[in-house]
C-alpha cells in the first residue's frame, strides 16, 4: 500500500470589518444614532421555498468562483506559508460594503464576488437564506455570523443604506467617538463576542479620517462525525515544503470514508464530515508525492471542485492528519485589487454615492485585512475569522482495498456546506502549529 505523505492547507474564516472614510458629516441627514450593532442571535431555518430558491440562483455558484480565486490567488502569493482564509465571511462584508457603492465602483465589486448576472436583490435574499440555513446546520456543528456598523458620530449616512444592511443582514448602526479608547475596545470586545473570544482584537486605533467600519463575523465550532481517538495520536514526521522535517502530533482513524485517488490531477481527496446531519465537511486534498501545492492550486477551478467533490466514494481506509492551531493576519487589499476591485481603493475614482446623505466628502476603501483562528484536534474543529474593511475619504462500487492517507506534507484543506454549497473556510498546510 503507498503511503500518502501529508500536504496541509489552511482556510481561514475570515470577519470582515469595512471601515469607509470620508472628512466632514453633511448637517441634519440621518446622523447616526447610538445603537446596538448586529451580534449573534438566533436566526430561523429557511422554508423549503426558501432553500430551493437559493439553490436554483446563481449565487452558490458565484461564491464558489470567487472563495476558488481568492484562495488561490493567496496560494500563489505566499506558495510556503500556512493560508487560512474565509471566502464566506468575506464575500459577506464585501456584500456589505456593495449597499453604498455606485457607479463602476459597484460593479467592480460586483465583479471581484462574481455576482455578474445577479440583481442586488437575489444577493441580498440569498445572504439571508445562506445565513439562517448555516446558523441551522444541526446537532454537533455550530456557525454563528454577526455583522456590525459602526459610525462616526454625528454623520448622516443614507437611509437605503443602513435599512438593507439591518434588513438583510442584521446589521445596526452604533455611533461612536472614533477619537476615543473606548470605541476601540467597544469594537474589540465586540469581534471577542462574536468570535467566542477566538480573536479578540482586530483594531489597535482608529485613524481620525474613518467614517464607517463594517465587520462580519464568523464562528465555526464542529464536532467529527466519529472522532479521532486521542490514544492513537503520535509523534510522526511531516515533511515540509522546504524539504526540512517536523516532529509533530499525528492523529490517526481506521473507518469508512468518502475518499478519491484522482490520478490524472495527481492527488487524494477526503471527507471528515461534521455533525449528526453530516452535511458539513472538511475536505483535505493531498498532492501525490513528488507534486506540491502548485499542482492543485492551478487546478482549483469550479467546475474541477465540482468534479472531484462528486467523485469521493465510500471506502474503507485511515487518514493520518497533524493537529494543528493557527492563527493568521492578513491584508488583502492587492488580493482585491487582483481579482477587479480596483477603484474602490483609489481616492480619486471611488464612488461610493449611497453611503453618506449630501455629503462633499469622496470616500474610498484604504484598507482590507482579515483576522482568523482555526483548531483542528481529536475532536473537532473550531475557527473563526474578523474581515475589516477600512474607507477613506479623499453508485454502487466494487469491493476495493483499503487506502491509506497520511497527511504528512504540505496539504489543501476546506470546511465545505454540501447543502449550500459553501466554502466556509479553506486553508493550506505547510507547517502545522500548535
Sequence with gaps: M??????KTLLTLPLLSAQLLACQPADGQNPAQPGQPGSLKTLSAPSAAELQSLRSSELPEANTRFALAFFGDLLNETPRENVFISPLSLSIALSMLYQGASGETRQEIADALRYSGLSEAEIN????????RLQNSGKGVTVQIANALWGKAGLSFNAGFLSRNQ???????????FGSATAVARINQWASDNTNGLIPKVIEEIDPMTILILMNAIYFKGDWSEPFEASQTQERSFYKADGTTLEHPMMQRYDKF??????DAGFEAVSLPYGEAEETEMILLLPHAGKDLASL?????????????SSLRSRDGS?????FKLK?????NDTLRRLGMVKAFSEAEAEFDSLLDNSPLKAYV??????AFIDVNEKGTEAAAVTTITVGATSIQLPQEPFEMVLDRPFLYAIYDRATESLLFMGALNSPEL
Design 297 to 309: 492550486r492551478d487546478q482549483l477551478t469550479p467546475e474541477n471542485w465540482q468534479s472531484w467533490l
Design 319 to 323: 487518514v493520518t492528519l497533524p493537529k
Design 167 to 177: 434588513a438583510f443582514y442584521d446589521a445596526r448602526l452604533e455611533a461612536l467617538d
Design 258 to 263: 468518502r475518499y478519491t485517488n484522482n490520478t
Design 2 to 7: 503507498t503511503r500518502a505523505k501529508i500536504a
Design 125 to 132: 435574499a440569498g445572504n439571508l437564506t445562506l445565513r439562517k
Design 328 to 332: 493568521t493576519e492578513r491584508q488583502l
Design 366 to 371: 484604504s484598507e482590507v485585512k482579515q483576522d
